[in-house]
């Protein structure tokens, strides 16, 4: 491996490993180096949706390891005193394979990180825990990077994959203000009540001030999260403790019909979590490194586009790597600015895209009052009351990174 083209990667998360597959498959030596000391079981799930599983598809054998549960329908539910109603009740999920090729699906988050992680590892991945990426040092031909407990090590190029909480992104571009969004997330994994039925479906609860969101991950669990506008929650993806949990389970949310209280009295672990914005950023690169995910364009959860986007960057950024160095040999500073722009060409626009329509997506979710509950309500249900045009904005943001033969 040492004449191979070495490229470090920082995060074994979500996009990390794919990457490093990608990378090992077009030849080069990528080594990725995460923070934590182990694979971690926090976070809850993934949406994993057509666009993102069609990159997922190109690395060999892979769907078939993932660990999920495809849905087949989408539903819109009015939780508002004693009105408990059926806004929205759409079948076009069951369509997706057929038209793209591919389901939307949910998948346990850890599950899915362990599997993807032991998979980059069968291809002969070299994965570090317990490095910490904290300094950047950028040469003529190479990058040195230097970790917490003071090991370093050197690269020809560096591709930050770390996340919300990115160490590259503030190598690269120094620390930011980041903002509270005003919306908490409080969510879990529950039994999948028996009132929902044999149809795996998502769910979405619309109430005064409140939405949750759940979705099947298994045949039998089921990962919900509430949005709410309360004051700052600091932004980790920690549990609550037993008496905060408790207390949780016995709120007004428990007391939701039509399945939505039951998951939240049966939940096994509840987290709680800030939603906060980040800056855009204008560039992505500079020298020898660049990033990729949401160290790259961090969103809020709320359109599930999250990890599709990033493998939406793995696929852009590979095969533009192949396209101009096909032999993977050592890259020159001018040739990896030359493939970073292309990738940012692609890659920076529809990102933003999709971050604004997240944030708004929140935004209309979550409102207060009666009336301006009723109006969102009836909102919904106009935007929904044609459900060829709904599938057809689906099929438009899934129709990406490349439709018929792929280029890597």
Known sequence: MEDKTKVIIAGAGIAGPVLAIFLTLKGYNPIVYERIDTLADSGLSLCLQPNGLRVLSLIPGFIDKIVG???????????????????????????????????????????????????????????????????????????????????????????????????????????????????????????????????????????????LICYPVTDTLTSW????????????????????????????????????????QSADTIVKYGLYDRPELKTWHKGRVVLLGDAAHPTSPHLGQGANQAFEDVYHLVRLLVQHNPSAAAPSTALLSTIFAGYESIRIARASTLVMGARKQGETRVVRGIDACKQRNDALRVAWEDEDAVLAAFLDTYSHPFTGQSEI
């Open 69 to 211: 549960k495809p849905f087949e329908r989408i539903a819109h539910y009015s939780i508002l005193g004693d009105e408990e109603t059926v806004l929205v009740d759409a079948g076009f999920p069951a369509k997706l394979p057929e038209l793209t090729g591919f389901s939307m699906m949910g998948a346990r988050r850890p599950v899915f990180n362990r599997t993807i992680v032991e998979y980059a590892e069968s291809y002969g991945v070299k994965i570090i825990w317990g490095h910490q990426l904290i300094a950047l040092e950028q040469g003529k031909e190479e990058v040195k990077v230097t970790f917490a407990n003071g090991a370093s090590d050197t690269a020809s190029f560096v591709i930050g994959c770390d996340g919300l909480h990115s160490s590259t992104r503030v190598c690269l571009f120094g620390q930011e203000q980041v903002s509270f969004t005003g919306l908490t997330q409080t969510g879990g994994i529950s039994p999948t009540p028996e009132v929902f039925g044999k149809v795996p479906t998502m769910r979405n609860f619309y109430a005064d001030g409140a939405h």
């Open 225 to 264: 999260a509430i949005t709410q506008r309360e004051p700052e929650a600091k932004e980790t993806w920690r549990s609550m403790d037993e008496i905060r949990q408790n207390a949780f389970k016995k709120s007004p949310f428990s007391e939701w019909g039509l399945g939505a209280g039951e998951i939240v």
